[in-house]
């Protein structure tokens, strides 16, 4: 029988895009596609090439090859088309800081057609800033002015959200908070988040894939997370057993190490096999993974080039 799964189409898909300035090339060749309802990191070292892309992906500066499309629309071809479907944020969100949070949405609502009140209250609730949105901006730390850049991104309800760098000047509280509303984005709203970031272990928390950039070209990508209910392997899990020997023979696959046995399961095998390790009489004492951190993999893509 022929598959009929449905395809699932990018939102975003890079086409052999590359960027020259005169003799030196920016970005080569990066064909890349962004799938939906994810966050999807764009990680590498300052100076990789990360904003440069994200302005080619929002229209800002042009395209020396190639061609990107939004929704299966042009960005060089379909501009207006293509970027209705993009809500962004490129390095710093500017506001008014002698006007409210409130007065600052209402600004932006009355360039884009069909933004109502009822949409501005809801995306300040998505974003947390329901009890300060009538203080002015020049009172809010820089936490508080990044979520109002998010809510005015996502007024007209963009398939695509696009943040360069979002955790640059953050305290620990505040990049938690922009990580909680993302994820938020992706559930309550269907929104695809792509994020740039250097910072290894953001990306870690927050991303359901990344891709790796350097010297403007893309290295790899990587999944991090089950998305939906596809199963992924986790790596190496180590279970912490009285009776490794014989824990080993019971599971039939794996190898004795640190005092246990390290078995490479998914999510599923793992409930199974700590089942069948008790139900034979084994004792298990701790369970946990043997990821390889994001950092490591990294550091081993790139040969170990420095991120920061």
Avoid: W
Wanted: aromatic residues 4%; proline residues 4%; neutral net charge.
């Amino acid at each position: 029988m022929p598959n009929t799964a449905e395809v699932v189409k990018p939102v975003a898909s890079l086409m052999g895009v590359t960027k020259k300035i005169g003799s030196k090339t920016l970005i080569s060749d990066l064909t890349l596609d962004i799938p939906p309802g994810q966050i999807f990191g764009f990680l590498g070292p300052n100076g990789a090439g990360k904003t440069t892309t994200i302005r080619m992906m929002v229209g800002l500066i042009s395209i020396s090859r190639g061609d990107i499309l939004i929704c299966g629309r042009s960005i060089k071809d379909h501009f207006e088309e293509a970027i209705a479907n993009v809500g962004a944020i490129v390095e710093n969100p500017e506001m008014y800081k002698f006007l409210t949070g409130y007065q600052n949405l209402r600004q932006y609502a009355r360039m884009v057609p069909g933004v109502t009140k009822e949409r501005i209250n809801e995306v300040v609730e998505l974003v947390g800033l329901s009890q300060r949105i009538n203080d002015k901006v020049k009172t809010y730390s820089l936490g508080m002015r990044q979520r109002l850049g998010v809510a005015q991104a996502l007024l007209h309800r963009p398939k695509l959200l696009i943040l360069d760098e979002p955790t640059n000047g953050l305290d620990p509280q505040g990049i938690r908070e922009l990580r909680d509303y993302l994820r938020q984005l992706c559930q309550k709203e269907g929104t695809t988040v792509f994020v740039s970031s250097h910072l290894l272990a953001e990306m870690e928390l927050m991303c359901d894939s990344v891709a790796i950039i350097q010297n403007g070209r893309l290295i790899e990508v990587k999944q991090l997370k089950a998305v939906g209910n596809v199963l992924v392997p986790v790596g190496e899990t180590l279970f912490e057993v009285d009776q490794p020997e014989a824990a080993l023979e019971l599971i039939g696959r794996g190898v004795v190490k640190n005092g246990g046995i390290a078995v490479e399961a998914v999510r599923e095998e793992i409930a199974e096999f700590n089942a069948k390790l008790v139900a034979g009489g084994i004792k298990v004492y701790s369970i946990k993974p043997l990821f390889r951190s994001l950092e490591d993999q990294f550091l081993e893509i790139t040969g170990g080039e420095g991120i920061g």
